[in-house]
């Protein structure tokens, strides 16, 4: 029910911008997260965005880096990734939950296919 977009190979210090967009219902009722999920670890959750579209943050190491914001009209949301670095490698994921952000990957209503985001020189 979502399709994510934007993921690839950049350069340590560079940026990327994830696009993840719902097809079947209405953003509007869902605060969406995003994880990631490094090669050999679990799935964790990144910064989330309610229906008020306040921010919360679940990993400190990407606060003034990344930013989430979304367009209701759109069915989008999206993730702005700046000064990546080796350990921000990972697979992408947005996840969905109607109403309440999604704290952990047990609690999310719907997933993205994910997309690849490999940070190397």
């Known amino acids: 029910q979502f399709v994510e977009s934007g993921g690839g190979l950049v350069q340590p210090g560079g940026s990327l911008r994830l696009s993840c967009t719902a097809s079947?219902?209405?953003?509007?009722?869902?605060?969406v997260g995003w994880f990631r999920q490094a090669p050999g670890k679990e799935r964790e959750g990144i910064l989330c965005?309610?229906?008020?579209?306040?921010?919360?943050y679940y990993d400190d190491s990407v606060k003034g880096r990344f930013a989430i914001s979304r367009d209701n009209a759109k069915k989008t949301v999206y993730l702005q990734m700046n000064s990546l670095n080796s350990v921000d490698t990972a697979v992408y994921y947005c996840?969905?939950?109607?109403?309440?952000?999604?704290?952990?990957?047990?609690?999310?209503?719907?997933w993205g296919q994910g997309t690849q985001v490999t940070v190397s020189s």
């Open positions: 965005s309610d229906i008020s579209e306040s921010i919360t």
């Open positions: 996840g969905a939950r109607a109403y309440a952000c999604p704290n952990e990957p047990k609690r999310v209503d719907y």
């Open positions: 079947e219902f209405d953003l509007d009722y869902y605060a």
